[in-house]
């Protein structure tokens, strides 16, 4: 089992609709989450990180961690074109002092 | 968020000769710096952890001797691929995480990425 797992996609969705992106983690001692959106050729960039049980929104993003399921979220809220690329999940479990990512998810946001 | 400036973003060299990319953490003191390659359609594949002032910690797999990083100062640390060959080309992007400030404790931030072609 990988440490930290997500579809891999292509997840498409239609213009102005809600994208949801899913993760799934091992270390159930995890601590911090983290996604982060990569554009083609381009590197990581974080949009945003949850540390407590629930839903954290920032924008058209929500955060949302559910440690007894291990499972993170994220949801676009009026999807935007812009808004396609590859999402990384990332967590840093209960011993580690570096972040384990998954292989992230392709999102395509159709006009 | 933090700034993370990576230099240079492309660079096309001979086989054989040695590449430099540096790291720098612009406005916070990065503790610890990661380093990643990608190749294309693959995922972030890490290198190499380092700590300033210490010896950087290699993942299985990954050359020492070949992927020399030197992390010497809290705002900068650089990774040199010795001795390059076409398949070394990749993407190699750094990442620095801070201990306080801007940069945070648990938080990541990523440099723009260095694309190596080997020829």
């Known amino acids: 089992q990988k440490e930290v797992e997500q579809n891999s996609g292509p997840l498409s969705v239609p213009e102005g609709a809600i994208a949801s992106l899913n993760c799934t983690y091992s270390?159930?001692?995890?601590?911090?989450f983290f996604w982060y959106r990569q554009y083609s050729g381009k590197s990581p960039e974080l949009i945003m990180f949850?540390?407590?049980?629930g839903d954290k929104e920032d924008g058209r993003f929500t955060a949302q961690l559910n440690k007894a399921s291990q499972y993170v979220s994220l949801l676009i809220r009026d999807s935007q074109p812009s808004d396609s690329a590859t999402y990384l999940c990332a967590v840093r479990g209960s011993s580690a002092s570096k972040i384990i990512f998954g292989s992230g998810t392709r999102l395509s946001i159709r006009p | 968020g933090a700034v993370v400036s990576q230099h240079p973003s492309r660079v096309i060299c001979k086989s054989g000769t040695s590449v430099k990319i540096e790291c720098r953490s612009l406005?916070?003191?990065?503790?610890?710096m990661f380093w990643y390659r990608q190749f294309p359609k693959q995922s972030l594949m890490l290198m190499a952890t380092s700590n300033e002032g210490s010896k950087a910690t290699y993942e299985q797999g990954v050359e020492k001797d070949k992927f020399l990083i030197n992390h010497a100062s809290l705002t900068l640390s650089t990774l040199t691929v010795t001795s390059a060959h076409p398949e070394d080309s990749s993407f190699y992007i750094c990442?620095?995480?801070?201990?306080?400030?801007?940069?945070?404790?648990?938080?990541?931030?990523f440099g723009a990425g260095t694309r190596l072609s080997v020829l």
């Open positions: 949850i540390y407590s049980n």
């Open positions: 406005d916070f003191q990065a503790t610890t």
């Open positions: 270390d159930r001692g995890s601590q911090s």
């Open positions: 990442s620095a995480r801070g201990a306080t400030g801007a940069g945070g404790a648990n938080i990541q931030y």
